[in-house]
């Protein structure tokens, strides 16, 4: 990932200011200017042992104790070279031995500088026993000047802040390096305006940064965390705020033709709109009647029915005389998009043929590996306007594809697309008017995490799903168990043999290739472990394997993956939808959007590799017809592990809105909307969305109305530059394409 070498706050670079140790250690981290290292907080924070006389410690304790200096003396060690420092202190009662074992003269010297005899200090250290002369000491102490005030006393027993550490990184150059910046405090660029501070009972930020790194008392801290966190939702909603105003200044075609499109599509609906899809779509189509570019989330579970609102409001664009495009993550979900959608509008969409409807459209798809004359024929029909609806996939917004009025643009499954895919997407209009937006998406977000990760886009929610889906029953299958694994395949055979159709999906194509990561588990010091899992098993190997279970003899077993060519693809799809395949072997290429109602059985091989989105996506595939389904998270992980666990609260939750808070409780909003997520989302420092929902509120007011006095930031250089840096923090996708 290509990493900046300049903030766009001209902050200094801590190459000036630091040692290359220092600066190396930061580095490590990503932070390399003097603004990014004081916003780089301490992990938590560890309270000195508390202060004990010493006629009451005892071997092993962890103590602090205040005392003066009473001799010092060195001599030479015995077996290595350099020489042992020792410091006799007293607390005036009783007497204690410091002991240093330093390989060079210039460590001596150093020691013997900061320990003249009569010095008061306190020390901090664990007690140990001196094996020659039978007595109490600690070795290697933490030590630093006492001074006998009230003052000296609290900060003799202040709390030390605790950094992220790496590989061969000391907790003390972190705090060095810290503390040197903490010099250069008055310099830091602060974003939020001094009054927007005062009004919200937040230091300013020079004392907020020397609170945060080096506090007298956990409160201290918390009052300093206070502001750098109202910080990041500040900048984050001045950045939406920035956008909704440029949309507000940014012409759009206004879709407001009550046309004979739409009302064929809905006298021919084979059901009746639930009242949340009326409504929602009502104000969908509201938004997009106005002649300013919407940005809408449309969210809902898997099956709730958002398709059909994002059809007719591409309906409607087309009857005001446009063009709508819905673009899929995939070749395979743009195609069965592109067969859903022609079945739905019938001879709607048999625009220039006999057959067709007197007001009829095209609706044409467009993919990478189309043969060239039928590509031909379909760009023609883009070019010439005669494709009313035009279905694809990425490749939509990179290649030179021109559209006649491009003037509504819906995507499928956000969590693909990056905000800036998003944003490019406006230079695709007609006529320098921007087309309007619609990212639908079956992970739902709580609102304060969308205000925090998503506060550009309108949400537009649909809580109901509309009935006769059987639904899903999930368990989780620990392999360790032979006797559930049996039973598991056993279950699969069950269904094959009642005429139903199985899915598993692996994590990855192949054995021999580069193994698929399960995600780091957090111990409880909130530290990362390597998980220690066998490798993920592959599609290729798997197919094979099960070919062999005695359980599943006789299944016709097919295998998907992105490395097969088009055809092929489309060619087991085709046979899987026709009953010709029992069991389909697969990577995530199924992920989104496969409609197969005659499959009952979903299994995830090696669950624990996959986002708590991909596996509720993975699930929503089977159950979708009139017969139950049954989904499988099958891992190798311990019963009773972090793993297991998680697993075990994702087989629990019941839709998308419950996975979604136990995701948020489980990590935070770092990575949301799941692993794939990217942009402003991923980098979300210091904010929770759940514990800071009220700053997250607050922010977005004060934020808004900054940017509704001065847009473009002429007065607020250092929220221009703040902004800047995030921007770029945020999406490298933008500085490699
Ligand atoms: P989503 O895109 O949210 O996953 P879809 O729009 O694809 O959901 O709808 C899922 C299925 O439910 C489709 O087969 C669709 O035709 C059907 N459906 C949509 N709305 C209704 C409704 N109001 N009543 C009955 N079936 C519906
Ligand atoms: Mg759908």
Redesign the pocket.
């Known amino acids: 990932m290509a990493r900046r070498q300049e903030s766009a706050r001209g902050s200094m670079p801590l190459t000036e200011l630091l040692s290359t140790k220092e600066s190396r250690a930061m580095a490590s981290f990503g932070v390399r200017d003097l603004d990014t290292m004081m916003r780089f907080a301490p992990r938590r924070y560890v309270s000195p042992a508390p202060l004990r006389d010493l006629h009451e410690v005892t071997e092993g304790e962890e103590v602090s104790a205040i005392v003066s200096v009473v001799s010092v003396r060195e001599r030479t060690m015995r077996n290595r070279p350099g020489s042992v420092l020792e410091a006799v202190v007293s607390d005036g009662v009783e007497d204690l031995t410091l002991a240093f074992f330093l390989p060079k003269p210039h460590m001596v010297q150093w020691h013997r500088s900061r320990l003249p005899v009569g010095a008061h200090i306190v020390v901090h250290g664990t007690v140990g026993r001196n094996t020659y002369r039978d007595e109490l000491q600690i070795a290697h102490p933490v030590y630093e000047p006492f001074e006998d005030t009230d003052d000296g006393r609290l900060f003799a027993q202040r709390p030390r802040p605790v950094y992220p550490l790496r590989r061969n990184i000391a907790q003390s150059t972190m705090r060095s390096a810290t503390e040197k910046g903490l010099e250069f405090a008055e310099h830091l660029s602060c974003p939020v305006p001094a009054e927007v501070l005062a009004a919200r009972g937040l230091l300013p930020l020079p004392q907020a940064v020397r609170r945060v790194h080096t506090p007298l008392t956990l409160e201290e801290a918390r009052a300093g965390m206070a502001h750098l966190v109202f910080e990041e939702a500040f900048v984050l909603q001045a950045i939406f705020a920035q956008r909704r105003a440029q949309d507000e200044r940014t012409p759009a075609p206004a879709l407001r033709a009550d046309g004979p499109l739409q009302g064929a599509f809905d006298a021919r609906l084979p059901?009746?709109?639930?009242a949340g899809?009326r409504e929602i779509g009502d104000q969908l189509i509201r938004r997009i009647g106005r002649d300013h570019p919407t940005s809408a989330l449309l969210q809902?579970?898997?099956?709730?029915?958002?398709?059909?609102?994002a059809l007719r409001a591409m309906l409607r664009a087309v009857d005001s005389g446009h063009q709508a495009a819905l673009l899929a993550p995939t070749e395979v979900l743009a195609e069965q998009h592109h067969r859903?959608i022609t079945g739905?509008l019938g001879d709607l969409a048999r625009g220039g043929q006999l057959d067709g409807h007197p007001d009829a459209t095209r609706v044409r798809l467009l993919t990478g590996s189309q043969r060239t004359a039928g590509r031909r024929q379909t760009l023609l029909d883009v070019t010439s306007g005669e494709a009313g609806i035009v279905i694809g996939t990425h490749a939509l917004l990179t290649e030179s594809v021109e559209f006649a009025s491009l003037a509504l643009v819906v995507i499928d499954e956000q969590h693909r697309f990056g905000v800036d895919h998003r944003r490019r997407l406006r230079t695709k209009g007609a006529l320098g008017r921007s087309p309007h937006v619609v990212v639908?998406t079956?992970t739902p977000i709580p609102r304060t995490a969308a205000l925090a990760t998503v506060g550009d886009l309108d949400v537009l929610t649909?809580r109901e799903s509309?009935?006769?889906r059987a639904g899903v029953a999930s368990f989780v299958v620990h392999e360790e168990s032979p006797r559930w694994e049996h039973r598991m395949w056993e279950r699969a055979g069950e269904e094959i043999a009642a005429g139903r159709q199985v899915f598993v999906v692996c994590a990855r194509i192949d054995e021999d290739a580069e193994d698929v990561p399960a995600p780091a588990v957090l111990d409880e010091h909130g530290q990362a472990q390597p998980p220690t899992l066998a490798p993920a098993r592959g599609v290729t190997e798997t197919a094979q394997r099960l070919a062999e279970r005695p359980e599943l003899a006789g299944a016709r077993i097919g295998v998907l993956h992105s490395r097969l060519a088009t055809e092929e693809k489309q060619d087991v799809m085709d046979r899987l939808v026709r009953g010709e395949l029992d069991l389909l072997v697969s990577t995530t290429v199924i992920e989104v959007?496969v409609?197969v109602p005659n499959a009952s059985v979903m299994i995830v091989l090696d669950a624990e590799r996959f986002g708590v989105s991909q596996l509720h996506q993975l699930r929503g595939r089977v159950g979708?017809g009139e017969h139950a389904g049954i989904a499988f998270l099958d891992t190798r992980a311990k019963g009773g592990s972090e793993h297991s666990r998680h697993l075990q609260a994702i087989a629990g939750a019941a839709d998308g809105f419950a996975l979604a808070e136990l995701d948020l409780e489980r990590r935070g909003a770092g990575d949301l909307v799941g692993e794939e997520q990217s942009g402003l989302q991923r980098t979300l420092k210091h904010l929770d969305v759940i514990r800071d929902a009220a700053v997250i509120e607050q922010a977005r007011q004060d934020a808004f109305a900054v940017i509704a006095t001065d847009p473009d930031l002429a007065a607020h250089p250092a929220l221009g530059g703040a902004i800047a840096d995030r921007l770029r923090d945020a999406d490298p996708d933008v500085e490699r394409s």
């Open positions: 059901f009746e709109l639930t899809q809902g579970d898997v099956g709730s029915g958002k398709t059909v609102i859903t739905l639908m079956a649909l509309p009935g006769r959007g409609d979708r």
